[in-house]
């Protein structure tokens, strides 16, 4: 029997390329998303474009039985409250997954894995452990932490099988150029001068393969059922090293200092992946500098 996949959130970054991994599996897959993205449908993944805030969408799509569930979907935006988006932000996070579990078939149900976000932690000079209590600054982050004890009172009450995979900062080829490597090479690329802040900040980058691997090792595993897991690479890389990598490559000028740091940025944001390698044996493989020049690589190719 061939099981049935979702992805929520497929014409994302993430969700998108757990899609098309899945299909080079050949499994049986169907995306959701707000916006049509050709390399999907050209591969043969059934796309359906709808607003997952709305009921009666929502109600449609579960029409259909899954398997497995992935949310990769989601308004990623670290704006406040009341002067940001927040409530569109708890919309399309928290709301959205209470009308999924309206609707969604659990008898059928295999796995529901759930992504999660680094933000979800309180600021921390020290890797960050699953079992940290969560202390989210924003309404990105509040609406993911909600999603992710919701998730995990369903399969402490209930046993559906549930798990919350938190990722950190995931890059890779054909990420969108507004996030902060892409940004940073296409401003290289182009000869534009490079300002930044003083890029003192430690982050965990993990390369999408590495992450699409061990997501789909622990949607696939009962082991992980009920548990919140760090999918990241464990590794220190200061954000300066970064844009200097970068700019080395092009002769590229680079101001450090002209912007100023996020208000309540964290300064350190690093996996503990220790969990993880002891339930799955997993690892993130790529090196940072090989995924970095895999990354550079279809950026030049790539560039308009």
Known sequence: MNRKYLVLGGTGYIGGKIASELFEQQKDVTVVGRRSVGALTKQGIKVINVDMTDEGSVEKVFLEKYDYVINAMGCVDHGLMISGKGYQVIEAHLLATLLIFKYLDTNALKKYLHIGSADEYPQSDRFLSESLREMPLSPYSFSKTSVAHFLQMLYLSE?????????????????????????????????????????????????????????????????????????????????????DYIARKFNGDVEFGARPYRENESMYQVADVLKMNELLGWKAKTPFEVGIDRTIEWCVKNEK
């Not at 099988?161 to 290289?188: D, H, W």
């Not at 980058?205 to 789909?216: H, Q, R, S, W």
């Open 159 to 243: 046993g559906v099988p549930t798990t919350i995979a938190r990722v950190f900062l995931t890059y890779g080829p054909g990420q969108n150029v507004e996030r902060f490597i892409p940004q940073i090479i296409k401003s290289a690329i182009n000869g534009m001068k490079i300002e930044t802040t003083y890029g003192e900040q430690i982050r965990d980058f993990c390369f999408i393969d590495d992450l699409v691997e061990g997501v789909l090792l622990a949607l696939h595993s009962e082991k992980t059922n009920g548990h919140i897991l760090n999918i990241a690479s464990g590794k220190e890389v200061e954000i300066r090293s970064v844009v």
